[in-house]
């Protein structure tokens, strides 16, 4: 590094060291005046009672490992049923205010609301990151993932399902889950609420975010102006571009802890741990039957049995761990570390996929006059002021209802995709933030910027308005692995990406980054903000033909960004795939009353953000483990009710054992038929 470059970096630091105290006394300052001004973003009355150590029971029905996206919808349907005793042990704590604030998305990580995980350093990405290591942060508290997410209900591509069913996996083609994308939601845009592909009583709500800056509007009109179509890409089609749309209620996040535990956290038949860290799954050796969990909670372990099932819902990097500490995992690896085999599984923790994008495109913008009071892109300074708080707090208005990360969200096809199908390989996210304009305070620690990455390419544009676009890959080729480090459950596993193994990944990505880049630059609409790239090149990057494909392919190598969507690590697939963890039923091969519901079961990535997907997921295993155990259960869609109430039947039938009057949630739209079946033991294991 020059002598310039290494006071240019102390600089940088130096800077960000003294602008530190003033944003978290904003953070501090908003998340007291919240407690004191909005009773309702504390919703008290609902929120969860962690279940003391001494009320937990011996034995449970089931017993959920991980209270994340999935974990929370399955305690949720399991917990309809009365005659269930369901337990959802949880390693982190409750969500807090700050938590429901879009604005506040990237604060969120590196916290203790995070696991903070960090990939093994490799020779093809994140070579611009702290130790070439990228962070993949992971909800460690109630709700999961969806409490630290950006929002974003994205649910993939008709195709991408279709795929799932045509690999031996019956029931998961597009057709069969749509209708559990449905029930799930709460749709609350106007325009999409008696669409076909829309549901409106479940309990996931989705709106628009709350507030806009005008960014939002050129980004529509510009790629409007490259020819694309502005639609509801959740919809019939996928190629094209929309205003975001958020798992938020009332401008606030709806996470599956607000959505799906909220309302069913007074059923006596549930109850929830927190801070409850699941360290070994019980499996009888002889009949290779699952039959409890044990866990540690504040210092003390535990251990409790399921007469019916254990489900891990642990997410993508913690239940392929669990089951490979259990001895379900690839032989010669659980040898390696000294854990005893009990089912040579190959396939768990491979097959590992994620959405990586290629960061750091920044992009500089004059407004016109007609904008001089207004807040374009997100200002640190500017955004983090009393002004914003008191518009939170006291109008339910302003900058804190805003996901500046991405305000319009574009499908495009590259020129390797088939033009005349509808299956984009490229997710844009058009942000009217960027990495200077946070002065690195938030993204740069979130991602893991190296200090001289930041300083050469961001120091010198500091606070300018700047606006972002994040290019991502959405079916890459490339696959990576999830190792265990050694025997210890409070050890991280090792997480090896290999983004870019496949060079094709590259080559589509610097193909999207070009197209998104014409978009930026090359539209009327944008050319009237005079967008210009941001000149400063990327360390690493400066003896290439600045913005030609090598300098892309070098950008998307130095600054990349995991999109969060790790999935695959434990998948579906039909018996005769060798390296299939899970039946179609999400049930664990050669294992009996054990079930992985989270995104390790999914054999492919779906084309979109992944948080939506798993809640389908959940959806549609809580019907199969009801099926499975003989009890009834029948969705009803609105159409079908509707003609049912014309008949003068009573809506709520059958709901009178069922506690679901929490929340503003009717149950109308069910029939469940509940009978106590009894519980399937091949022995007495205790
Ligand atoms: C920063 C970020 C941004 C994202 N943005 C979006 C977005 O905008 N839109 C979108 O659709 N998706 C987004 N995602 C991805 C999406 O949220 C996840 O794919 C999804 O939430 C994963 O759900 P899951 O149920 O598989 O796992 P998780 O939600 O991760 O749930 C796993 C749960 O298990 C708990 N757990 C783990 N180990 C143990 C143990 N041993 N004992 C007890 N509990 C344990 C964890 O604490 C966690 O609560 C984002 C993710 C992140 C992290």
């Known amino acids: 590094m020059s002598t310039i470059s290494q006071q240019m970096n102390l600089f940088s630091m130096t800077r960000m060291a003294l602008t530190l105290g003033?944003?978290?006394?904003?953070l501090f300052y908003l998340h007291s005046t919240t407690i004191s001004a909005r009773p309702d973003v504390l919703d008290r009355e609902h929120?969860?009672?962690?279940?003391?150590?001494?009320?937990?029971?011996?034995?449970?029905?089931?017993?959920?490992?991980?209270?994340?996206?999935?974990?929370?919808v399955l305690a949720n349907r399991l917990s309809e049923n009365p005659y269930w005793n369901v337990l959802l042990l949880e390693a982190g704590p409750d969500e807090i205010s700050l938590t429901d604030?879009?604005?506040?998305?990237?604060?969120?990580?590196?916290?203790?609301?995070?696991?903070?995980?960090?990939?093994?350093?490799?020779?093809?990405?994140?070579?611009?990151?702290?130790?070439?290591?990228?962070?993949?942060?992971?909800?460690?508290?109630?709700?999961?993932?969806?409490?630290?997410?950006?929002?974003?209900?994205?649910?993939?591509?008709?195709?991408?399902?279709?795929?799932?069913?045509?690999l031996g996996n019956p029931g998961w083609g597009y057709d069969d889950v749509l209708p559990y994308f449905k029930k799930s939601e709460d749709m609350r845009i106007d325009e999409y609420r008696e669409d076909d592909y829309h549901g409106k009583d479940g309990y996931l709500t989705v709106e628009h975010f709350r507030y806009h800056s005008p960014l939002a509007d050129w980004f529509l009109e510009a790629a409007r102006e490259s020819g694309y179509e502005i639609r509801d890409v959740n919809g019939e089609y996928q190629t094209g571009f929309t205003l975001a749309h958020g798992t938020l209620r009332e401008?606030?996040?709806c996470s599956t802890e607000k959505g799906f535990i909220r309302p069913a956290a007074k059923r006596p038949n549930l109850h929830v741990s927190l801070h409850s860290m699941v360290e070994k799954i019980l499996i009888n050796e002889?009949?290779?039957?699952?039959?409890?969990?044990?866990?540690?909670?504040?210092?003390?372990?535990?251990?409790?049995?399921?007469?019916?099932?254990?489900?891990?819902?642990?997410?993508?990097?913690?239940?392929?761990?669990?089951?490979?500490?259990?001895?379900?995992?690839?032989?010669e690896h659980l040898e390696d570390v000294g854990v005893e085999v009990l089912v040579d599984s190959p396939g768990v923790g491979m097959n590992l996929q994620d959405h990586a994008a290629l960061g750091g495109a920044t992009y500089l913008f004059e407004p016109t006059e007609e904008y001089d009071d207004q807040v374009c892109s997100?200002?640190?300074?500017?955004?983090?002021?009393?002004?914003?708080?008191?518009?939170?707090?006291?109008?339910?208005?302003g900058p804190i209802y805003w996901l500046p990360e991405c305000e319009v969200m574009g499908f495009v096809k590259t020129k390797y995709e088939n033009q005349t199908d509808d299956w984009p390989d490229i997710q844009y996210f058009f942000a009217s933030y960027a990495d200077n304009t946070d002065g690195g305070l938030f993204g740069k620690k979130a991602i893991g910027l190296s200090?001289?990455?930041?300083?050469?390419?961001?120091?010198?544009?500091?606070?300018?308005?700047?606006?972002?676009?994040?290019?991502?890959?959405?079916?890459?080729?490339?696959?990576?692995?999830?190792?265990?480090?050694?025997?210890?459950?409070?050890?991280?596993?090792?997480?090896?990406?290999?983004?870019?193994?496949?060079?094709?990944?590259?080559?589509?990505m610097v193909d999207g980054a070009k197209k998104a880049h014409k978009i930026a630059t090359e539209t009327p609409t944008m050319q009237k903000y005079n967008a210009t790239f941001n000149k400063f090149r990327m360390p690493g990057c400066?003896?290439?033909?600045?913005?030609?494909?090598?300098?892309?392919?070098?950008?998307?190598?130095?600054?990349?960004?995991?999109?969060?969507?790790?999935?695959?690590?434990?998948?579906?697939?039909?018996?005769?795939?060798?390296?299939?963890?899970?039946?179609?039923?999400?049930?664990?091969?050669?294992?009996?009353?054990?079930?992985?519901?989270?995104?390790?079961?999914?054999?492919?990535?779906?084309?979109?953000?992944?948080?939506?997907?798993?809640?389908?997921?959940?959806?549609?295993?809580?019907d199969m483990i009801k099926e499975d155990w003989g009890v009834l259960h029948r969705y009803v869609d609105s159409s079908e009710q509707e003609t049912e109430n014309e008949n003068g039947d009573d809506e709520n039938k059958n709901d009178e054992n069922i506690e679901l009057k929490t929340g503003q949630r009717t149950s109308a739209k069910k029939e469940l038929i509940m009978q106590k079946t009894p519980a399937r033991r091949d022995m007495d294991y205790w």
């Open 542 to 622: 400066h003896d290439l033909d600045f913005l030609s494909d090598e300098y892309w392919a070098c950008q998307a190598q130095h600054v990349t960004m995991t999109i969060y969507h790790p999935v695959g690590t434990a998948k579906m697939g039909p018996d005769e795939d060798p390296v299939a963890v899970v039946d179609p039923r999400l049930r664990v091969r050669g294992i009996k009353n054990l079930r992985v519901v989270d995104c390790s079961i999914m054999p492919y990535i779906p084309s979109g953000n992944t948080n939506a997907p798993v809640i389908m997921v959940a959806e549609k295993a809580a």
């Open 286 to 331: 002889y009949t290779k039957q699952a039959y409890g969990v044990v866990f540690n909670k504040f210092g003390l372990s535990k251990t409790v049995y399921s007469d019916r099932e254990v489900i891990l819902s642990a997410g993508s990097l913690a239940s392929p761990q669990l089951l490979m500490l259990a001895g379900i995992g690839p032989k």
């Open 22 to 26: 003033p944003g978290l006394g904003f």
């Open 47 to 72: 929120r969860v009672k962690d279940v003391p150590s001494y009320a937990i029971k011996d034995t449970y029905d089931f017993v959920i490992v991980g209270g994340g996206s999935a974990g929370a």
């Open 251 to 253: 401008g606030l996040r």
């Open 378 to 397: 997100f200002q640190l300074p500017k955004v983090f002021s009393t002004e914003t708080i008191n518009q939170f707090t006291q109008e339910k208005t």
């Open 101 to 166: 604030m879009p604005l506040m998305f990237p604060t969120l990580q590196q916290t203790p609301f995070d696991w903070r995980y960090r990939t093994e350093p490799g020779e093809k990405y994140c070579l611009g990151l702290k130790d070439k290591r990228c962070n993949w942060p992971r909800g460690k508290v109630l709700g999961g993932c969806s409490v630290l997410n950006a929002m974003l209900y994205i649910r993939g591509n008709r195709r991408d399902y279709d795929r799932w069913e045509s």
């Open 451 to 508: 200090d001289e990455l930041y300083s050469a390419v961001y120091e010198n544009i500091l606070y300018k308005e700047s606006f972002s676009i994040l290019t991502l890959l959405l079916r890459p080729n490339s696959r990576g692995r999830i190792m265990l480090k050694d025997k210890n459950p409070n050890s991280q596993v090792l997480i090896y990406p290999n983004y870019f193994d496949d060079p094709q990944d590259l080559r589509v």
